[in-house]
T-cell receptor, first 113, second 114 residues
Framework: GAGVSQSPSNKVTEKGKDVELRCDPI?????LYWYRQRLGQGLEFLIY????????KSGLPSDRFSAERTGESVSTLTIQRTQQEDSAVYLC???????????FGAGTRLSVL | AQSVTQLDSQVPVFEEAPVELRCNYS??????LFWYVQYPNQGLQLLLK??????LVKGINGFEAEFNKSQTSFHLRKPSVHISDTAEYFC????????????FGPGTSLSVIP
């Protein structure tokens, strides 16, 4: 597609369940970012992938959160044993190497009951 | 480390009135500066950017911003707002030496009142 695609757009889960969120970046974009946006809040950096380099995981809030990316393609963000505080919109963005203009997906709205 | 401050969390303004959304940053080295807009239930999209050169930058939808190095500011302005400008606006900064890391401000919610 032409833009960054995220799925699902909405996810409702029960506390303690695992969830997997998917991001399809723009073709050719080497960098991929995950952010968390709680209701009425700004963007909280989670993790960053750049090509085949080791990812920057400095923003992951706990070891329940993990993410993978195969090459320069799809990325998945996994949250294990979800908690109610994990409820938020999870945004994915991709960019080309160089000046960092990020292109965002519409996000996945996660609700943990 | 760099940081971004957006002093106004909410800005209500009447339609066709001018608006200024404030952004200040802290950094000891040169930076790139951005404004992003987020419409309800959508992801963010780039409104404008400052990389170098002219300090007055024009973006989409009639917005412009001015980079002021001495005041470390990058305020966003529009001379006449429209209802469709109602959205969340985020200022962001990245270091020229480490452009991969972008720091976003907390956002300003602009509400245009008819």
């Amino acid at each position: 597609g032409a833009g960054v695609s995220q799925s699902p757009s909405n996810k409702v889960t029960e506390k303690g369940k695992d969830v997997e969120l998917r991001c399809d970046p723009i073709s050719g974009h080497t960098a991929l970012y995950w952010y968390r946006q709680r209701l009425g809040q700004g963007l909280e950096f989670l993790i960053y992938f750049q090509g085949n380099s080791a990812p920057d995981k400095s923003g992951l809030p706990s070891d329940r959160f993990s993410a993978e990316r195969t090459g320069e393609s799809v990325s998945t963000l996994t949250i294990q044993r979800t908690q109610q505080e994990d409820s938020a919109v999870y945004l994915c963005a991709s960019s080309l190497t160089g000046v960092n203009i990020q292109y965002f997906g519409a996000g996945t709205r996660l609700s943990v009951l | 480390a760099q940081s971004v401050t957006q002093l106004d969390s909410q800005v209500p303004v009447f339609e066709e009135a001018p608006v200024e959304l404030r952004c200040n940053y802290s950094s000891s080295v040169s930076v790139y500066l951005f404004w992003y807009v987020q419409y309800p239930n959508q992801g963010l999209q780039l409104l404008l950017k400052y990389l170098s050169g002219s300090t007055l930058v024009k973006g989409i939808n009639g917005f412009e911003a001015e980079f002021n190095k001495s005041q470390t500011s990058f305020h966003l302005r529009k001379p006449s707002v429209h209802i469709s400008d109602t959205a969340e606006y985020f200022c962001a900064v990245s270091l020229k030496t480490s452009y991969d890391k972008v720091i976003f401000g907390p956002g300003t919610s602009l509400s245009v009142i008819p």
